[in-house]
């Protein structure tokens, strides 16, 4: 194996569709510059402590002083974990690999849970591919293209010219049949600003010029004006690629290859193949034209791993290539599955030895207010003050998840009677119409007989 495949950056960009998430108001840990936690910024609320420890190994991931090590958030449920790992995620950049998943994920996957896992933890390894390419940068001034006609037209091939300039100097190019075509399919017209791969002969628009910022017949909404470019047409210029360890395995496993990356059904790969692949980056790397970034790689729920990929995850930690592990969890002492043993959190303790644990608490009053607040303006939802104080209130004797919930529902119930403000009755009615888990729970106490297969005796003992 010489070389190995690299994802293009067509490959990897894949549309996304932007929607409210259970996290999506948070834009990062809320900290200043010396790493102190505010009581609200960036989406999160409280927390100060735990916020501030995953600041400092935010901190130690970005300058590469901390490698193959474990983080382990636990704390009661609702009280932030999950928050706090996106936190770090926006805080890293888009530049370091998150590679987020669910513990009970591996057991729904067609292939073994460690190779499972091996995948999370190489999709969560970056390489920074440094290399040289020849480009043509300039405005195009025009472009003349030979259409030929007749009998033989489709014997003949096109031919054109392409006439580009800079600041400092104008050149006009022949074109043959397969740079017109690129030309045709990429809509260049003149007064754009172009670049031209000669290796690949790929044509990129960066944007039109302001000498034809006036043409406003060309113009659409999104057209980007850029100053026309400086000094030669043919330049060297240093292009960056940042890929993922486990995208390069996917594209040079010959059972899977390249659509793979879409479908997500990579299967098994073979340990002969990323060994290979690891030796050709460490080759990269010496000679320069590599860096690996040491990404992260969150499991939540990890209580519900078994003794074998726990196994698996004391010996991923010790390789050269491990990302930062971080670990959330809501379990006390608690059996480790796949064995009888009980242990804190569910974790083996020679696992939990590893693992710097940071805790989180229990929101109090003025804080769950304030976490309100943030969701109903991430959701775009406007709540009247008294019926804030009730959805707190609620928050406060149910959970914050519950009440977090009816947000949505009281705002759909206030538009359905044509107002733009939800109020204290539409809180109330949709209180009243979805049950919490203590009045669920009562209801199921007060009407077990008519219930199949209750056990109502063991229910309360317990």
Known sequence: MTDIGLPTTSARALTRVERVGAHSHVRGLGLDDALDAKKSSQGLVGQV????????????????????????????????????????????????????????????????????????????????????????????????????????????????????????????????????????????????????????????????????????????????????????????????????????????????????????????????????????????????????IPGVLFIDEVHMLDIECFSFLNRALENELAPILVVATNRGITKIRGTEFRSPHGIPIDLLDRLLIIHTQAYDEREMKAILEIRCEEEDVDLADDAKDLLCKIACETSLRYAIQLISAASLRASKRKSAKVDVDDVSKVYGMFLDVKRSTQFMLDYHQDYMFNETDTAMEA
């Open 49 to 292: 402590k735990a916020r501030k420890a995953a600041g400092v190994i935010a901190n130690m991931i970005r300058d590469g002083t901390i490698a193959g090590r474990g983080v382990l958030i636990a704390g009661a449920p609702g009280t932030g974990k999950t928050a706090i790992a996106h936190g770090m995620a926006k805080t890293l950049g888009e530049e370091t690999p998150f590679a987020s998943m669910a513990a009970s994920e591996i057991f729904s996957m067609e292939m073994s849970k460690t190779e499972a896992l091996t995948q999370a933890f190489r999709k969560a390894i970056g390489v920074r591919i440094k290399e040289e390419t020849e480009i043509i940068e300039g405005e195009v001034v025009e472009i003349e293209i030979d259409k030929p006609v007749g009998a033989l037209a489709s014997a003949r091939a096109k031919t054109g010219k392409l006439t580009m300039k800079t600041s400092d100097m104008e050149t006009v190019y022949d074109l043959g049949t397969k740079m017109i075509d690129a030309i045709s399919k990429a809509k260049v017209n003149a007064g754009d600003v172009i670049n031209i791969d000669k290796a690949s002969g790929r044509i990129t628009k960066i944007g039109r010029s302001f000498s034809r910022s006036r043409d406003y017949d060309a113009m659409g909404a999104t057209t980007k004006f850029v100053a026309c470019p400086e000094g030669e047409l043919q330049k060297r210029k240093e292009v960056v690629h940042t890929v993922s360890l486990h995208e390069i395995d996917v594209i040079n496993s010959r059972t899977q290859g390249f659509l793979a990356l879409f479908a997500g059904d990579t299967g098994e790969i073979r340990a002969e193949i990323r060994e290979q692949i690891d030796n050709k980056v460490s080759e990269w790397k010496e000679e320069g034209k590599a860096d690996i």
